[in-house]
């Protein structure tokens, strides 16, 4: 008998013997110890077969000589020890681990390090004891849902299976009805995913005061300790509900019956190092292994998620009232271009309406999607700007630390005095940051209590959750932020909410942009006017005639996607298509260059020209490979190549035949993106 062994490593399963004494015992998803390399590693069985079969077989012993000859009989070593005395992954997530390796042409092995907490391997077990919180929560008030909840609730509970996309207005009740649709499930369980920046104690204190202590969370800030624990308490089948982002789609549940995704529409759920996969898909995934019910919950449903809604792949659930009748605040376009100036960042309207809604006790979020203090500077006799010298970045100013940042690999430097080119002394701050909005909002309304919130302020580990609990006491007037301040906050004294500077959303070159921008703007309106009072928003724009505008202003989801889905369509990009994205990754520029050439040549044959994408089938189309719109990151040049095909199969067949043809060309590292959410 022989079982094929995955390690949490970047590869697909071995091969081993397994002996006489354990044959009766050994099952997929238990954990085996086997010889590896030198040493021994705790894998997992994938599967067993019996010896007869001439499978496939991969030798551990690569770096073996005497063992290692694949023209020969291979001797297979064989399986030391089994761990557990039944299977510790359930067979169902083996399933998944197995696609998502599969489907990101990644390996299983990959996919399994990132479904399962490392100390699983190391034979660590998980802090003792219970899961202690820090406070008491208040127990859940009993609500009655309204007419549009009930509806919506029935549709899902009612079905046994199928995916759903729950469309509600920001504040309609969508919360409510995951806790519901959770606890009609009986004594199954369920999985509910949320975006990094969402997971703060608001969410969490609802469903705790829901589930107690059969919530459990993953979240970045865990310990390793606290991870196992967690994961084991799942396991152990001690949990009703797994709270958490990405890695919380991979909850080892046995007995799942839901899978929730709130803000379905966010970027963050797609992971950018490493597996690029996206947690939402691999969601919808698991629930068809699993034969249950998914629930993509946004207020802006992702063009594709509309699209498939519309298309009858996803049944289509709508809440268009807010809680309570309460009115969505009205949004005012402020056109800079005409407005009165109080500094560089306010115009007078809206330090106007700051200054009446502190006096009313109201408090206000505003937000610029870019942190720093400038995103550059500049000598003004020569033009000289910094870049960064690993990427091809602009560097951004921090006035905090007087350094210049790049937001790319996190490398700084400290600005001299007087231009390195032309020896100037006219340097100058161009464009602006958050520290510059603070900065100029605390000059202009010094009794005011600010507070910003960007990844630079929230970097240590409670940081995050105390600016919320500050804003709740109403300690904070005016939180100021990237988009960090639009996102899930439920703050009910928050009347005023703006935007400083739209134009930063607006123009990136990437088919996605648009899309962000509308989410993004439609999030922040939805953070004003949650309680009694109702919302005023404000959107400082030198471009008021961008398109976007009217769609935000009219909450015209339908409207922009319309807009949107006919650009997608004639460009033929998502959901029309999907896309693979291969990029190249060269330490020496001309080097680059000379392999590219070559590698252009390998491509044509794979698609002789003229290369179109017939309607429907399996015609696949490749665009480039030309140079990446960032040309450089930590030092690596970069080019990429775009597939776009309507088959998703046919598409990684011919990725992985490209990929093939270039195994032997050395000084590239290459990388792939299943269904790339940017093509910078
Ligand atoms: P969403 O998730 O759509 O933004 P929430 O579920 O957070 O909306 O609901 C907004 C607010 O309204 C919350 O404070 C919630 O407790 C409350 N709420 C939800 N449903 C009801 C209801 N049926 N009756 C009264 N209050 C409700
Ligand atoms: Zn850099």
């Known amino acids: 008998m022989q079982a094929n062994i995955l390690f949490p490593i970047n590869a697909e399963a071995f091969t081993y013997l397994v002996p006489e004494e354990l044959k009766g015992k050994i099952k997929p998803g238990m954990r085996v110890l086997a010889p590896f390399k030198r040493g021994k590693k705790v894998g997992i069985v994938q599967s067993t077969v019996v010896s007869s079969q001439k499978s496939v077989v991969r030798n551990q012993n690569k770096d073996d000589a005497a063992s290692c000859n694949t023209h020969k009989e291979i001797t297979l070593k064989s399986i030391e020890a089994i761990l557990d005395d039944e299977p510790l992954i359930p067979e169902n997530l083996l399933k998944l681990i197995q696609w998502v390796g599969q489907y990101y042409m990644s390996t299983s092995g990959l996919a399994l390090k990132n479904a399962v907490p490392s100390g699983i391997f190391e034979g660590k077990k998980g802090s003792r004891g219970r899961i202690t919180y820090d406070h008491e929560v208040t127990p859940a008030k009993k609500i009655n849902l309204t007419a549009e909840q009930q509806k919506a609730l029935s549709e899902i509970t009612s079905s046994g299976s199928g995916a759903f996309l729950l469309h509600g207005v920001t504040g309609s009740g969508k919360t409510e009805i995951y806790i519901r649709a959770i606890e009609e499930l009986g004594d199954k369980e369920a999985i509910v995913l949320v975006p990094e920046i969402a997971l703060t104690t608001q969410i969490v204190d609802r469903f705790r005061a829901r589930f107690h202590d059969k919530v459990v969370f993953f979240h970045s800030g865990l310990s390793p300790g606290e991870r196992i624990t967690s994961w084991m308490k799942i396991r152990k089948g001690e949990a009703k509900v797994a709270l958490g982002v990405r890695s919380a789609v991979f909850a080892p549940f046995r007995n799942l019956g839901l899978i929730i995704i709130d803000e379905e529409h966010e970027a963050s759920y797609k992971q950018f190092e490493g597996l690029k996969y996206s947690a939402r898909d691999v969601a919808l995934a698991r629930a068809k292994i699993e034969g249950i019910k998914i629930i993509l919950g946004s207020a802006t449903p992702s063009i594709e998620s509309f699209y498939h809604a519309k298309k009858g792949k996803l049944g289509y659930l709508e809440l268009t009232q807010r809680i309570e009748q309460r009115p969505m605040p009205r949004i005012e376009i402020i056109d800079m271009t005409k407005e009165e100036k109080e500094s560089l960042s306010y115009s007078k309207k809206l330090l106007d309406v700051l200054k009446v809604n502190i006096s009313q006790g109201h408090q206000s979020l505003i937000m610029l999607n870019r942190r720093g203090y400038s995103p550059f500077l500049m000598c003004t006799d020569c033009g000289y700007t910094y870049k960064c010298p690993a990427c091809s970045i602009t560097l951004t100013y921090h006035k905090d630390t007087k350094t210049l940042n790049c937001h790319y690999c996190n490398s700084y430097l400290k600005p001299q005095d007087i231009c390195p080119e032309c020896k100037g002394i006219k340097i100058k701050y161009i464009g602006l940051g958050t520290q510059r909005i603070e900065e100029e909002l605390h000059e202009l309304l010094p009794e ?123 460009l033929s990009y998502p959901p029309y298509s999907k896309l693979i994205r291969i990029v190249f990754n060269f330490r020496n520029k001309e080097e680059g260059v000379k392999i590219m050439k070559g590698i252009s040549g390998k491509i044509k044959r794979i698609f002789p020209p003229p290369t179109s994408l017939p309607k429907g089938g ?59 959410i940017n093509l910078l």
């Open 618 to 676: 399996e015609g696949v189309e490749i665009l480039g490979p030309s140079p990446a719109s960032i040309e450089k990151i930590r030092y690596y040049w970069r080019w990429h190549l775009v597939l776009k095909g309507k088959d998703s199969r046919s598409l990684r067949r011919k990725a992985a035949e490209i990929i093939e043809t270039l195994k032997d060309v050395k000084n590239v590292r290459i990388d792939v993106d299943v269904d790339p």
């Open 448 to 570: 005011l209590n600010l507070k910003r919130m960007d990844r630079d302020t929230t970097t240590k580990k409670l940081s995050h959750y105390r600016i919320v609990k500050d804003m709740e006491d109403k300690k904070i007037d005016v939180l100021l932020g990237t988009q960090m301040v639009a996102k899930g906050h439920d703050f009910p004294n928050v009347t005023v909410a703006a935007v400083v500077f739209a134009d930063v959303a607006l123009n990136l070159p990437d088919f996605r942009s648009s899309e962000r921008t509308f989410q993004l703007f439609t999030q922040l309106a939805g953070r004003a006017g949650r309680g009694d009072v109702p919302g005023e928003v404000y959107i400082q724009t030198y471009e008021p005639d961008h398109y976007v505008f009217d769609h935000v202003r009219n909450y015209d989801h339908a409207g922009f996607y319309e807009k949107e889905i006919e650009l997608r369509r004639e």
